[in-house]
């Protein structure tokens, strides 16, 4: 069992940086498959980016590539996601996700176990 807490949204405008962190709980974690999502208004949750619990495995979403930036503090039990160039369409409540499964279609969020509440990030124009 993991828990994880969600922190660092806000309002921001186009082109600023956010830094989202994700605190869990639990003796395990750097064994966890870390992952972030989102889900705007009407709209279904999306993936967003993925770490696997060796941090140089990555993965992103084509429409925050080269602008977002995973990572992870396994002595901490954190996992970030740095934003920058942050866009009007980032707007969303993003959530942190975690799995201990192996062998898993890491954008699919069928494939988490654990979820935080998510934390609120507005980017206006």
């Known amino acids: 069992q993991v828990q994880l807490v969600e922190s660092g949204g806000g309002l921001v405008q186009a082109g600023a940086s956010l830094r989202l962190s994700c605190a869990a709980s639990?003796?395990?974690?750097?064994?966890?498959?870390m992952g972030w999502f989102r889900q705007a208004p009407g709209k279904e949750r999306e993936f967003v980016a993925a770490i696997r619990w060796i941090a140089t495995m990555t993965y992103y979403a084509d429409s925050v590539k080269g602008r977002f930036t995973i990572s992870r503090d396994n002595a901490n039990n954190t996992v970030y996601l740095q934003m920058n160039s942050l866009k009007p369409e980032d707007t969303a409540v993003y959530y942190c996700?975690?799995?201990?499964?192996?062998?898993?279609?890491?954008?699919?969020?069928?494939?988490?176990?654990?979820w935080g509440q998510g934390t609120q990030v507005t980017v206006s124009s």
């Open positions: 996700a975690a799995t201990l499964r192996l062998q898993i279609s890491v954008p699919s969020s069928l494939e988490y176990d654990y």
């Open positions: 639990g003796r395990t974690f750097s064994s966890y498959t």
